[in-house]
């Protein structure tokens, strides 16, 4: 079956500093991933859109600078948080697709948390 | 752009009893629409989705939605809910293929025994 695995499950990470997510598809080509964030007691809001062969789409309010991703094959994608703060804390999810699907594969997801 | 709406933020209901949780959304072309589960403290779990044929769905544990293009509405049933359907409950739609998922604000259903 398809499943995306996201690591770590958790991380807490000073105040000004970066921390970096993973993301991995296994089982099918993730043509397609979308990363989320869903901060304290809201919904999820895209960060971001990286289909293969595309440049990555960031929605508003979300830039290349505060959150670089990587979306070096078909399995794997990686997003940083550069200089995170508080308003940076929340559960950030990676969704990915392959070729054909209509429906997006989910991770668990990485709760962040700053200090 | 597709927006999407949930107007209930919470519902409370007892155990075996039915739940019916509403989405609107806004999109004029054609549309991909799913739901999603979140228990306390996880990540998003998919439920059910439509994007074209029959428009009522059968889902995961006992869930179905009914697509309805003149109502502009995808609202999730279940018949007789368990204590373990408490939740946050989010419909997603999709605009495009290459768009993603736009999520409403998300249901929270609270099942008491």
């Known amino acids: 079956g398809a499943l995306v695995y996201q690591y770590p499950r958790r991380t807490i990470c000073k105040s000004g500093t970066s921390m970096r997510m993973e993301c991995q598809a296994v089982g099918f080509q993730a043509t397609s991933v979308a990363w989320y964030r869903q901060s304290p007691q809201k919904t999820f809001e895209l960060i971001a859109l990286?289909?293969?062969?595309?440049?990555?789409?960031?929605e508003q309010n979300f830039t290349q600078e505060k959150f670089p991703i990587s979306h070096p094959n078909l399995s794997f994608s990686s997003m940083t948080v550069l200089n995170a703060y508080l308003e940076d804390r929340g559960l950030y999810l990676c969704g990915a697709k392959g070729q054909g699907h209509e429906r997006l594969f989910f991770g668990h997801g990485t709760k962040l948390s700053v200090l | 752009t597709q927006t999407v709406s949930q107007s209930d933020a919470h519902v409370t209901v007892f155990e075996g009893d039915s739940v019916e949780l509403r989405c609107n959304y806004s999109y004029g072309g054609s549309i991909y629409l799913s739901w999603y589960i979140q228990h306390h403290g996880r990540g998003l779990q998919f439920l059910l989705k439509y994007y074209s044929g029959n428009p009522v769905v059968q889902g995961v544990n006992g869930f179905e939605a009914e697509f309805s293009k003149s109502d502009s509405s995808f609202h999730l049933r279940k018949a007789s809910v368990h204590w373990s359907d408490s939740a946050v409950y989010f419909c997603a739609v999709r605009g495009g293929y290459a768009q993603g998922l736009t999520f409403g604000l998300g249901t929270r259903v609270s099942v008491f025994p």
């Open positions: 990286s289909t293969v062969n595309s440049a990555i789409k960031y």
